[in-house]
């Protein structure tokens, strides 16, 4: 049984591009959310989907944007990168209703420059 | 604003030595605790969750308790493979309320 898996592992880009990182939930979770961790930082909840829809989002700019797929999986989209949004994205999944358990990727690591 | 706090931000421990960690939050209304075990280069792994003041849960060599205003991690007799940060995360209570508030987390370090 495959657990969440994120590509990229890592991920280089330099500052005002654009980036699209990839998140497939554990089998059978049909709920999403996407995490910033800062070096030497705990996770900061970014947003979370349910449903395809976004039903609750932290405190980030609309520079970041998110999607669900059918099939759960999911997408962040940061545009006009910022040196400051270098960390690692990690993605989380758990099943409504049943368990309030989130499984974690391993995550992507990006760097901006 | 909800806070999640938590003490030492390191620890160093002789394989065999117990210990405990801690974690204090400033919430307004609590749904749940969440301790996770964080490796080098790798995503949180659950350990587990506390919903009530007076709960225990025991895994191993750990056991988590959680009081009003915080939670304690105790580590007994610890092997170097414990060695790992330790997050701690808090649900708050309410319907639209899904993401968790995680702490800065406990780097441990267990020597032989």
């Known amino acids: 049984d495959a657990g969440v898996t994120q590509s990229p592992t890592h991920l280089i880009k330099t500052r005002g591009q654009q980036v699209t990182l990839r998140c497939s939930p554990k089998s059978g979770h049909d709920t999403v959310s996407w995490y910033q961790q800062a070096l030497g930082q705990g996770p900061q909840f970014i947003f979370q989907y349910y449903e395809e829809e976004e039903r609750q989002r932290g405190n980030f700019p609309d520079r970041f944007s998110g999607h669900q797929f059918p099939n759960y999986s999911s997408e962040l989209n940061v545009n006009a990168l910022l040196l400051g949004d270098s960390a690692l994205y990690l993605c989380?999944?758990?099943?409504?209703?049943?368990?309030?358990?989130?499984?974690f990727g391993s995550g992507t690591q990006l760097s901006v420059l | 604003e909800d806070q999640v706090t938590q003490s030492p931000e390191a620890l160093r421990l002789q394989e065999g030595e117990s210990s405990s960690l801690n974690c204090s939050y400033t919430?307004?209304?609590?749904?749940?605790l969440f301790w996770y075990r964080q490796d080098p280069g790798k995503g949180p792994e659950f350990l587990f969750t506390l919903y009530s003041a007076g709960e225990e849960k025991e895994k191993e060599r750990l056991k988590a308790t959680l009081t009003k205003k915080e939670s304690f991690l105790h580590i007994t007799a610890p092997k170097p493979e414990d060695s790992a940060t330790y997050l701690c995360?808090?649900?708050?209570?309410?319907?639209?309320?899904?993401?968790?508030?995680f702490g800065k987390g406990t780097l441990l370090t267990v020597n032989p």
């Open positions: 919430v307004s209304g609590l749904r749940g």
């Open positions: 995360a808090v649900r708050l209570s309410g319907g639209s309320n899904y993401k968790l508030t």
């Open positions: 989380a999944s758990s099943l409504e209703g049943v368990s309030e358990k989130l499984f």
